[in-house]
Nanobody, 115 residues
């Protein structure tokens, strides 16, 4: 059974930076895409960033130029570096990993951007 675990949530001041990490574990498998979604209260869940095994990357328009996603295939980890954070970035951030035809999710971690 694949497990996905996020770490790094917290409170950040506007304009600050923060890093989220995510690790997939649980057996012998080849992970396809990994990425991050977020959901703020009252909003739909939105894709923040995704990265394929061959490092093809997509970002939401709202985070382009501010967020950077990267992954380590050997460790099955993905990292989201967030810079120039805004109050509107406040949300629960959830990591996912695609294994074969199934998507596995982490439990979600809260990022709050506030002074």
């Amino acid at each position: 059974q694949v497990q996905v675990v996020e770490s790094g949530g917290g409170l950040v001041q506007p304009g600050g930076s923060h890093t989220l990490s995510c690790a997939a574990s649980g057996g012998m498998f080849s992970i396809g895409a990994m990425g991050w979604y977020r959901q703020a209260p009252g909003n739909q869940r939105e894709l923040v960033a995704r990265i394929t095994r061959t490092s093809v990357i997509n970002y939401a328009d709202s985070v382009k130029g501010r967020f950077t996603i990267s992954r380590d295939n050997a460790k099955n980890t993905v990292t989201l570096q967030m810079n120039s954070l805004k109050p509107e970035d406040t949300a629960v951030y959830s990591c996912y990993a695609d294994v074969a035809v199934k998507r596995y999710w982490g439990q979600g971690t809260q990022i709050t951007v506030s002074s």
